[in-house]
């Protein structure tokens, strides 16, 4: 009697260890899938805060922030300052033009933890030994993917690609890379002007952008 007693127990919990075993795995699929299914939005909204270098229009820099507002729900101006003297390139003589990667070094003074910091600036931008060129021409650069803070002129280009410029690299500074879809304002430049061939975010930029509170 007492082993029929022992028997039931033992098959009583392996019973039990067997279910146990099976809701833990049907519970693990299921916290998978729906971490899947819904990509991490970020929690706080951070503000992007414009800063002008140098001379800059009124008119041409309230058109920036206002573009931005259309956009992004936490925009505002805050001051105009210097370009920094340490700025200026030493490759060329016959030109005045900054170093972009240093007025972002510049910028970064204002970053804070709930910022984004953007520096426009009508003077000329570049970057040193950059495209097999001493020193290279561009329009916008951020500091890195993700480390939002970013820095762009309108020397070159049309007035009408502007939002599209500020679009591409604030993207950059939000943490997307170049995409690889043709007409998407994220395309890689390459030297050239593809903005003006490029009206708006393709369908995966426009996802990530709208975890991190823009819209469109």
């Known amino acids: 009697m007492k082993k029929s007693i022992v028997f039931v ?20 699929s299921q916290t998978n899938g729906q971490q899947e299914e819904q990509p991490v939005r970020e929690v706080t909204v951070p503000e992007i805060q414009v800063y002008t270098l140098g001379k800059v229009s ?36 016959d030109h005045l033009r900054y170093r972009a990667d240093l007025l972002n070094q510049y910028l970064l003074r204002f970053k804070t933890d709930s910022n984004v910091v953007v520096g426009f600036t009508s003077e000329d931008i570049g970057i040193d030994n950059f495209r097999n060129s001493a020193h290279y021409g561009i329009r916008g650069l951020a500091l890195g993917i993700g480390k939002k ?21 604030l993207a950059h500074a939000f943490g997307l890379r170049h995409c690889p879809h043709e007409g998407c304002v994220m395309q890689d430049q390459q030297g050239g002007n593809k903005l003006k061939n ?19």
């Open 198 to 216: 490029s009206p708006d975010f393709c369908a995966d930029c426009k996802s990530f952008l709208l975890r991190h509170h823009w819209h469109f």
């Open 58 to 93: 009124e008119s041409l820099c309230r058109e920036l922030v206002d573009s931005l507002q259309r956009h992004y729900p936490k925009c505002r101006f805050m001051k105009n300052v210097p370009l920094p003297e340490n700025a200026k390139t030493t490759k060329r003589h």
């Open 9 to 28: 127990a033992a098959v009583l919990s392996l019973m039990t260890m067997a279910g146990c075993r099976s809701e833990n795995d049907a519970s693990g």
């Open 149 to 169: 803070v970013v820095v762009f002129s309108d020397y070159r280009g049309k007035r009408n690609e502007l939002s599209r410029l500020v679009q591409h690299e």
